[in-house]
């Protein structure tokens, strides 16, 4: 898997752009909401903890921390593609990268407030999802979240997306309820999910209305969490 991100190191975000061009939107709605629901998460389900550790895993060339870096006190970035990483690194001086092999992360249990997986999982081999959720359990401090971000395949217009970019040819669509198979098998408890990106706008009322309809699957994501 890091040899195919090591060829989109430096057209990552055009190659997304490319896929997401019949919607109309930025490539920068679709991440501006990821950060915001990264914001409600820790509002929510870390409300005691103030600038938490993040690791995000699986997190390619950084596009997301320029969005985040206020919200933690250490922000780390780790991936399968040394190239990708470089690349980070270059954007981002500020934040914390390594290059992985994709099975063990390079950091001690417990060592963060929170780990995320931002459309990652559906690129990972299937058998490899127990240990991926895992690896990311086991640097969580206890009481710390896990996180992850998927596809909805039940929104035709992901799938279209889906079909459309060059990286995910091989990608497998995870519903919510087998994400929280695997988080409820890695050991994590209060699992929950809700979806999101319902509405083609960042307006207040829009994200408001959204909030409304969260636990209906028409969104184009969803985002699931479990306690360690």
């Given at each position: 898997m890091g040899e195919l991100f090591d060829a989109y190191d430096e057209n990552f975000g055009e190659v997304v752009q490319s896929s997401i061009d019949f919607s109309g939107l930025p490539h920068s709605f679709?991440?501006?909401?990821?950060?915001?629901?990264?914001r409600d998460l820790i509002a929510t389900r870390l409300p005691g903890v103030h600038h938490p550790h993040l690791l995000d895993v699986g997190c390619g060339v950084?596009?997301?921390?320029?969005?985040?870096?206020?919200?933690?006190?250490?922000l780390c970035g780790a991936d399968v593609s040394a190239a990708s990483v470089a690349r980070a690194r270059g954007r981002n001086p500020d934040v914390?990268?390594?290059?992985?092999?994709?099975?063990?992360?390079?950091?001690?249990?417990a060592t963060f407030d929170l780990s995320i997986a931002i459309c990652v999982l559906h690129h990972v081999p299937t058998r490899q999802w127990p240990v991926f959720?895992?690896?990311?359990?086991?640097?969580?401090?206890?009481?710390?979240?896990?996180c992850l971000i998927e596809h909805n395949p039940f929104n035709p217009l992901t799938r279209l997306a889906v079909a459309r970019c060059e990286f995910d040819r091989d990608a497998v669509l995870l519903r919510a309820g087998r994400t929280r198979a695997l988080m409820a098998d890695a050991g994590l408890r209060d699992i929950a999910s809700h979806y999101f990106l319902m509405m083609p706008s960042a307006a207040p009322l829009a994200r408001r209305v959204e909030r409304g309809f969260r636990r209906l699957p028409v969104g184009a994501q969803y985002l699931a969490s479990g306690i360690v």
């Amino acid at each position: 898997m890091g040899e195919l991100f090591d060829a989109y190191d430096e057209n990552f975000g055009e190659v997304v752009q490319s896929s997401i061009d019949f919607s109309g939107l930025p490539h920068s709605f679709f991440t501006t909401a990821k950060a915001d629901a990264l914001r409600d998460l820790i509002a929510t389900r870390l409300p005691g903890v103030h600038h938490p550790h993040l690791l995000d895993v699986g997190c390619g060339v950084g596009e997301l921390h320029p969005l985040v870096r206020g919200m933690f006190g250490r922000l780390c970035g780790a991936d399968v593609s040394a190239a990708s990483v470089a690349r980070a690194r270059g954007r981002n001086p500020d934040v914390e990268y390594r290059a992985y092999d994709g099975e063990t992360l390079p950091y001690d249990r417990a060592t963060f407030d929170l780990s995320i997986a931002i459309c990652v999982l559906h690129h990972v081999p299937t058998r490899q999802w127990p240990v991926f959720v895992r690896e990311m359990r086991r640097v969580v401090r206890p009481g710390g979240l896990v996180c992850l971000i998927e596809h909805n395949p039940f929104n035709p217009l992901t799938r279209l997306a889906v079909a459309r970019c060059e990286f995910d040819r091989d990608a497998v669509l995870l519903r919510a309820g087998r994400t929280r198979a695997l988080m409820a098998d890695a050991g994590l408890r209060d699992i929950a999910s809700h979806y999101f990106l319902m509405m083609p706008s960042a307006a207040p009322l829009a994200r408001r209305v959204e909030r409304g309809f969260r636990r209906l699957p028409v969104g184009a994501q969803y985002l699931a969490s479990g306690i360690v």
